[in-house]
């Protein structure tokens, strides 16, 4: 059961398969997952190849935002940040598919609630992202999370160092991370939303949403250029949900928990949700057709 808290494009690596079809005007169609992608009127073939494409390593295969450290007021108390990378949009269908290869959560996407390779991905777990000791080993960890070999974190990573784990590693924001980013850094503005005093400008929430989620990056952007971290689908983060620690540099959270944060609202609740200091939390093994993600990259 969730807790609530009211506090008022890219380029990936993939086994590409070909099937050639002929008709009588001689022409080659390229299919890839069962959808032609290529069509070319040709008089002969001299070879195929097939091939796995790899990402150059250092690619950056989801495009992410600088966000300069500072300070920012967290539960009442006064945490600093050091300099991060995060999403500029939450993961998408497209990136969850392509990583993980067309493996579905228990429920996928659907028409109900928003399906196509720019939506955002949802009915993901926490689980699902970091991955689990059942049926994966340990990749590496960061922020205090370890994260498995059957994860997306992982499988991510491996693609974007051109085929094997290096340094750059993608992991869940912390809740500081997180609500720093939303609240535009060290902008001034002390906005409600993220981006703006008006939620419509910048959020799908339950009075706009037609109860379904939006393409990533419909609404306006943040001062940082980040979109949907108010509204569209709540974001899964790496802590533990609980009592702030009294520590106030990049502060990772409560040590222990039943229920991982979430954050930003969704299409599926009232403004006061979508504040940039509003927070829920749910099992680590739960998933919602409101509930997806967005990456930090390391270092």
Known sequence: MRKIVNKSLFFMAFLLTINVAWSQNRTMKVHRNGSVVYTEKI????????????????????EMVSVPGG?????????????????????????????????????????????????PMYNVSWNDIVGTSSGG???????GITYYTNGFCYKLSVLANGGTLGSMRYRL??????????????????????GS??????AWYVSNSGITTHLVGGK????????????NVWEWCSDWYGTYPSSTNNPTGATSGSSRVLRGGSWAFDASYCTVSGRLSDTPASRSSDIGFRLVLVP
Request: hydrophobic share 25%.
């Open 220 to 231: 306006s952007a943040n001062e940082l250029g980040i979109f949907d971290m108010s509204g």
């Open 71 to 119: 300070t920012t007021t967290l539960n009442g108390s006064s945490v600093s940040i050091s300099t991060f990378q995060i999403g500029k949009y939450e993961v998408t269908q497209k990136q969850w598919y392509d990583v993980m290869g067309g493996w579905s959560p228990a429920s996928a996407p659907s028409s109900s609630y928003g399906v196509g390779d720019n939506y």
């Open 137 to 143: 080993s340990v990749g590496y960890t960061e922020k």
């Open 197 to 202: 005093n008006t939620i419509g400008d910048v």
């Open 43 to 62: 008089s002969q073939i001299d070879s195929i190849t097939y091939s796995t494409d790899t990402l150059p390593i250092g690619s950056n295969i989801i």
């Open 173 to 194: 924001p912390t809740e500081a991370e997180w609500e720093y980013a939303a609240k535009g850094g060290q902008s001034t503005h002390n906005y409600d939303y993220s």
